[in-house]
Each structure stands twice: as C-alpha cells, then as structure tokens.
C-alpha cells in the first residue's frame, strides 16, 4: 500500500536575535544590557582573525556619554562600554559587525583587517601622520568607499575611540585616501598608547542574500551631537525598509572637540537609522557638536521555517476486540495522524500551509463523527503551532478536483473519497524556546 501526503508552503517573515550570521565569515549580533563591565559576544561563526566594529546605543542625552571598548582574547572577543575617564555609564544595547580578516567581493564587496597604531589624535591636534595611510593597503577598487572600525584592543584604560578620514581631518574616505586612527576626544594625552585598530572598507550599496538584507553606507553632513543642538537628536536617515541591527562610525572630524556616533533613542533602528555625536565632558560639560557624517552598516534577517511532517498509523477499533488490542481486520478502524512541526526560526507565511493526502486501497474514509468514525481533525501540539483548521475538502478523481461532497454512510464513512484536503488558517509559528510548535492532523478509514 503506497500512501502519500504533500506539504505546501511559502515563509518569509523576520525575527531578531542576539546574533545572526550573514555569511560563514560575516554576522552582526547584539549584546544587552552593556555598562562598564566586560561583556562576551556570543557568535554563530568561529574566528580565527577577527575584526570587530560595534556601537552604543545611547538612549537618551540625560545619560552619560559612552563609548565601545572592545578586546580580543584568544577565541573570545569582549565588550564593554567606557565613559572617558572611567565613570558610570548606564547600560544598554551595543550592536557589533564581526568578520574573518580578508578580502571579499561576492556576497558583499568588502575587506576587514587589524593594524596596530602608535599614535593618538586628541583635542587640537588632529594632525594627520597620527593617523595610519592604509591606501595601499586595501586589495579592492571603490566607487564609494564606506569606513567602519573599532580600537579592538584595551592598553589604554581610560578612554579612545577610532576615527577615519581621506588622510584630511575634514573630508570622509575615498578610493585614493583612506587613512585610520584613534583618538581621546578633549581628553589630555599623557601616554600614547599603542593599540590593535580593525577597520572595514565596503562598498556602498544594498546587498540582498538568501538570508539578509544588508546596507552598507555613508551618510549626509546632517548627524549633531547628543545633548543640546537645535534641532534635538536623533538625526536619522532614512532606509529602504526595516532593518534590525546596526553599526556606525564617524567618517572624518569636523569637529575640533573630537567624537564618535552612537545609536541614539530607544528604537533606533528600523525604517530608518537614529544617530547622535557624542563628546566626552572631560574638560566641561557640553555635549554639542557640529554635523558630521556617519557610516553605517545595517542588516535585517531573512529568517526561513524548517517544516517537518510525520505520518504514523493505529488502529483504534475492532468489530471483534473493540477497543482492547484492536487488529487489523475487516471493519477495524485505523487512525492515520499527520504531525506537522516547524524547527525553523522563522514563521510559515499566513494562510499558505496545505495538507493533501489519498485514501489508502482497500479502505473508506470517515467523513462524519459518527459511532468510532470521526471526521478530519486538527489538534495543536503542547507548543502551539499559531494555526487552525480552515477547511477541509474532498476528492473522488484521484485529486483532479476537491468539489466532492462526502455524504456519511451508516458507519460515517464515504466509499467514494479518493482523496483529502486540510487547508489551515494562520501562520506556522517559528521555533523560539526548547520545543518545535507543531500540530496534528488525524483521519480516520475502515478497513474493507
């Protein structure tokens, strides 16, 4: 006996989690509840050579600036975000970009790498051979260069951050110019420190892959600072659809105080990007800053259902034994049940999941709850699966047309049906916890 069963869907609807991987070398992940204390980042992906670039959220200009500090040890890479000078910072998200060191041109034209820089910009001396003229070091040719980066390393336990410009303080990176560096704000420099830098030099474009959408770009001369400019942050761009993760960095120095961009707001990401300036308040209190540009990375997951369906029979009753010890015999009722499960981390789309199945020979369908016959029937599982029952209709052509009407014999069965089908309503939840969401689809037959 041949039996047959066909599952139909069609899923697309995102989700965020902590971490999420864009390619085998590549993701984005988001750390909670970040303050002065070391945080790990929990990863998809292993590195041997990471680069990192990672971003505060500073959710309102009431709390005290911070910046990411970031250090890599062994195969664990660090977090944790630092107010200049060492005071109390208020914890929030930090959003990072982690890649294997290299150069890639498909899925995303991009290359990462580290170098160690010796020298420290501060307030007013912005002087460019402080800086590091990574030019010639790049393997790719840009259109339009995007510069991301981060101090990945914690010699200097007060305060530095990384900045980038076209090898002139004013003007953002380009092809021809790309030069690195770090710099403590208004901070007094009194040991220049050496420290690991890790930089990103990407194109600028929206990339869609199988499983994310990414955009990688630098942004208009429009981002202010956190606390006091009119008009009030955030200062947003706009995206071109909704997106999840997110990471920013300053593109050159406009301002002589020095600064760095940070997620600002209590949602700041999702049709478009909310930014800010900030500024250490080491020599006074202001935090206003001129426009600046900002460059920014940010991905929205395309997460997929992984659908599994099991079919397992039992006979449930006979004309002789009953309900005890059923056999398979003539006139035995068998239960046929069809779990449907989604392991997935995303969702099925709304309304799509179908189940089709054929009359086993020698059979006939139970289209009605009539003595031990009982029509089609659907049952969540213990982790709810967001679905229903819909409908449920009927062949006699072997599947050709479902515009049959099953009319019950004594028994609650019809000889005619040939085949079935159970339409749901809603849509198949994803897996979040322990336990897959699933469902049950159960019919029953007589045996002839």
């Known amino acids: 006996m041949i039996r047959r069963y066909l599952l139909i869907l069609i899923a697309l609807c995102p989700v965020i989690a902590g971490a999420y991987p864009i ?57 944790r975000v630092q107010r200049p000078l060492n005071g109390a910072v208020s914890a929030s998200d930090v959003y990072c970009t982690v890649s294997e060191a290299g150069s890639y041109t498909s899925p995303i034209k991009y290359e990462a790498y580290t170098i160690d820089s010796t020298q420290t910009n501060s307030n007013g001396n912005w002087g ?11 393997v790719q040719n840009y259109t339009n260069p995007v510069v991301t980066g981060q101090v990945m390393s914690f010699n200097d336990p007060n305060f530095v951050t990384f900045w980038s410009s076209a090898c002139n303080k004013n003007n953002p990176a380009t092809n021809a110019a790309i030069c ?15 420290e690991t830098l890790g930089y990103f030099i990407a194109e600028q474009a929206e990339y869609t892959l199988a499983n994310a959408h990414v955009k990688i770009a630098l942004g208009a001369d429009t981002v202010r600072g956190a606390v006091t400019p009119t008009p009030a942050p955030p200062y947003n761009y706009t995206l071109p659809r909704s997106y999840s993760y997110a990471t920013a960095t300053l593109s050159a120095m406009d301002g002589g105080d020095g600064g760095w961009a940070v997620l600002y707001g209590s949602n700041p990401i999702s049709t478009s990007i909310s930014l800010a300036i900030d500024e250490d308040t080491v020599r006074n209190t202001e935090r206003n800053h001129t426009t600046e540009q900002v460059a920014y990375w940010v991905m929205e997951p395309i997460q997929h259902p992984e659908l599994s369906l099991k079919k397992t029979i039992a006979t449930i009753y006979d004309p002789i034994n009953l309900t005890s010890n059923p056999k398979s015999i003539p006139g035995a009722v068998l239960e046929y049940t069809l779990l449907g499960e989604n392991s997935g981390d995303g969702p099925a789309d709304n309304n799509s999941i179908v189940l089709t199945d054929l009359v086993p020979a020698n059979t006939k369908l139970c289209v009605a709850d009539i003595a031990n016959c009982k029509a089609p029937y659907f049952t969540n599982g213990a982790q709810n699966s967001g ?25 609650g069965a019809n000889t005619l049906v040939t085949n079935f089908k159970t339409a749901m309503s809603g849509s198949f939840l994803p897996q979040t916890g322990a336990t897959a969401p699933s469902f049950t689809v159960k019919f029953r037959v007589i045996l002839d």
Request: net charge negative; proline share 3%; glycine share 6%.
């Open 23 to 79: 390619t085998s070398y590549l993701e984005m992940v988001k750390v909670s509840s970040v303050s002065n204390s070391w945080k790990s980042l929990t990863l998809d992906n292993s590195y041997s050579n990471p680069v990192v670039a990672c971003t505060y959220n500073l959710t309102s200009g009431a709390n005290a600036e911070g910046s990411v500090r970031v250090q890599v040890l062994g195969s664990t890479i660090l977090v």
């Open 128 to 138: 460019i051979p402080k800086t590091i003229n990574v030019t010639g070091s790049k």
């Open 180 to 194: 690195v560096g770090k710099h403590t704000g208004e901070s007094d420099i009194t040991t220049e420190y050496t």
């Open 387 to 411: 679905l229903s029952l819909a409908s449920t209709t009927y062949s006699n052509d072997n599947g050709a047309t479902y515009t049959f009407t099953a009319t019950p014999d004594a028994e």
